[in-house]
């Protein structure tokens, strides 16, 4: 986490910032990093999930206003959940984080709306977040906005096949608002990640002990992705995986798609 916060970030991405599924993993990495650099938060998850708790830690760790939210962010008015819970803060930077719940597991394993829900976590709810936060952010003329992608996003693959089509969603659309609010002074990025040491991972069924899985750790993910905004459209985190994603782009997608799903049915023990 940055020790030294930077006026400059505050006054360009504050007073307030918006993460959305930030009691635990990368986006609780969010809210610390934000607020380290003067930012006050919105935190926002589902009930009775430690939300609160997480809220009280990072007040405690930066001294900065926090504010929680309730939301199920795959309902249908989490919109309306969230706008009358914002609507007197001044939010600078928005942060779309939660996606990864329930994303490993064969596509015809499980009933189809496990994948609706991930389509309404990753593609749906970002877009209502952008949109209204977004119409803010321009009307402003400054500000930035987060979204999270993945490695597995680059091929459809075997195993995380609404997943890995839902992250590459975010990518493209990173992409397109990054275009089309770059004249109106918001910052956009998409964070290309790799694995992350978060709850969510280390309890997504992987084949190795959880306590020695490699991976990267989230305040690592926040602290870069925050540099990297107003620098890049995207970003691949991590040099390692800035690696493996150039090598990806270079295959035939059937190499790529191979690859990828090789990977996962390692990861995960499967056959
Ligand atoms: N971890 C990795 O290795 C990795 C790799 C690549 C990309 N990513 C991406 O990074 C992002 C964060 O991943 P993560 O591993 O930190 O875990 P995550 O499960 O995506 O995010 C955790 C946060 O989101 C909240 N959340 C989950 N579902 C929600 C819902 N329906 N409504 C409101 N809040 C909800 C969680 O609270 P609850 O307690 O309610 O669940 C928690 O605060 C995701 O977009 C994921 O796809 C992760």
Redesign the pocket.
């Known amino acids: 986490m940055a020790d030294d916060p930077s006026p400059s970030f505050a006054d360009r991405y504050g007073p307030w910032g918006l993460v ?10 969010f809210a610390h990093e934000l607020a380290a650099r003067g930012v006050s938060v919105v ?9 609160d708790a ?1 809220a009280d830690a990072v007040r405690a760790a930066h001294g900065v206003e926090v504010r929680t939210v309730e ?5 249908d008015d ?1 919109i309306g959940r969230l706008a009358p819970a914002t609507a007197d803060l001044d939010i600078g930077l928005l942060a ?6 329930d ?1 490993v597991g064969r596509f015809l394993d499980h009933p189809a709306e496990r994948a609706e ?1 991930l389509v ?3 593609c749906l ?1 970002p877009i209502r977040a952008c949109h209204h936060y977004g119409s803010h952010l321009r009307a402003r003329g400054r500000g930035g906005i987060v979204l ?5 996003g680059v091929f459809g693959t075997d195993g995380t096949v609404a ?1 890995s089509a ?2 590459s969603f ?1 990518l493209v659309l990173a992409q397109g608002l990054w275009a089309e609010l770059r004249p109106h002074g918001v910052d956009v990025i998409g ?11 280390l309890a997504s069924g992987l084949r190795h002990d959880p306590d020695t899985f490699p ?2 750790e ?1 305040d690592e ?1 926040a602290r870069v992705g925050l540099d990297r905004l107003g620098e890049a459209p995207m970003w691949v985190v991590g040099d390692d995986n800035r690696m493996i994603y150039e090598t990806l782009r270079t295959l035939p997608a059937v190499d790529g798609i191979d690859a990828m799903s090789a990977g996962v049915r390692a990861q995960y023990g499967w056959d």
């Open positions: 959305l599924g930030a009691s635990h993993g990368i986006g609780n990495a935190m926002a998850a589902r009930p009775d999930d430690g939300l997480a939301v199920d962010l795959i309902a989490m779309c984080v939660a996606g990864g719940v994303s829900r309404r976590l990753n709810a999270i992608s993945s490695l597995a997943y839902a992250k975010d964070l290309v990640l790799g694995n992350v040491r978060t709850p969510t991972l991976g990267m989230p993910v």
